[in-house]
């Protein structure tokens, strides 16, 4: 039940999916920036790395949800009219993006040694953070302070994920986790001052924004429920145990399997008769609403609409109990 637990479909607009295919060309521009020799073994790299086989379609975000990158062409349609942006504000908004996004899934495989840190991972991943910092460091010329908020979230990214803070409960583990994404939120962030001068308008989109990553996180969470607990992952289900079946949680692997022990099923037992699930799925469910109300807000509906659609299927299971 868990791991079938899932977000809803959204149905992208003409607009989102052509930018979508500017997205995914930023992945093979990168691939096309590496020494001659090395450009095909890296353009393989990242497919396999995408799960995308010959013939298929070059679709390097299938695996984000839609407004991990829609927010980009949200805020670029919510420019004024009478303003608008210029073509290099949008493409340095779109390279940046797009390898922030490819950067984070990278560095957690790469960390979690799921991908061997071969020579090529290390040029592909050394060359699209130049090409990141590069693109996010133009889109911050000319922001007042852009430089010193783009610094900013890359340092609360480092001490986020370096971080050996004890984690004691879900609001610590979800405020650890704003830090832990921390380089998503540059983008979007720049974007909302290219806009307006709101500064009310920054800080709302990056709270929501925030919101959505944060209830995307707690959804892997459940679904991962099982091999988090064999492999000792300190999850948000984790955190809202009690030290005796943390204490379970963290034993050695082969023990956790072995039904004798009955760790697991101790674990499973209190998660059940706790309703541990449901307070998770009750918090994404808290997260999502606040994200579509804070675009409601502000008009952008659109986006709204995708953080609900993302919404709907817990809607229906929720006990509003």
């Known amino acids: 039940m868990c791991s079938q637990m899932e977000f809803g479909s959204i149905r992208l607009s003409q607009g989102e999916k052509k930018f979508c295919n500017e997205l995914n060309q930023e992945i093979i521009s ?76 990278l560095d957690d495989h790469l960390n979690d040694r799921e991908i061997p840190t071969t020579h090529l991972a290390l040029l592909l991943r050394s060359q699209s953070w130049m090409i990141m910092n590069n693109a996010i460091s133009s889109l911050a010329d000319g922001v007042d302070g852009g430089h010193k908020i783009v610094q900013g979230f890359i340092d609360d990214y480092y001490s986020g994920i370096t971080s050996s803070e004890k984690v004691e409960s879900l609001d610590s583990y979800c405020d650890l986790f704003r830090k832990q994404i921390s380089t998503w939120l540059m983008v979007p962030t720049l974007m909302t001052k290219k806009v307006t001068s709101d500064g ?22 459940i679904q991962d429920i099982e091999s988090d607990m064999i492999n000792g992952v300190c999850s948000s289900v984790y955190v809202c145990l009690p030290e005796d079946m943390k204490n379970c949680w963290d034993k050695d692997p082969e023990e956790k399997k072995d039904k004798a022990s ?7 037992n209190y998660i059940s008769e706790n309703r541990v699930i449901e307070r998770i799925r009750d918090r994404i469910f808290k997260e999502l609403e606040s994200a579509a109300s804070i675009a409601d807000h502000y008009r952008m509906t659109s986006l709204a609409d995708e953080y609900r659609s993302l919404l709907a299927p817990l809607r229906t299971k929720r006990d509003p109990s």
């Open 262 to 268: 009955g760790c697991a099923a101790a674990i499973l």
């Open 200 to 221: 009310q308008f920054a800080d709302a989109i990056q709270s929501a924004y925030g919101s959505f990553t944060i209830s995307w996180r707690l959804l892997d969470d």
């Open 30 to 105: 990168l691939c096309r920036s590496l020494p001659h020799s090395a450009q095909t073994d890296a353009l393989l790299f990242v497919m396999h790395f995408h799960g995308i086989s010959f013939g298929q379609e070059l679709n390097f975000f299938s695996y984000y949800y839609v407004p991990s990158w829609s927010i980009i062409y949200w805020l670029v349609q919510f420019a004024p009219k009478g303003i608008g942006l210029r073509q290099a504000v949008k493409r340095n908004a779109k390279t940046a993006h797009s390898m922030t996004l490819f950067l984070h899934a």
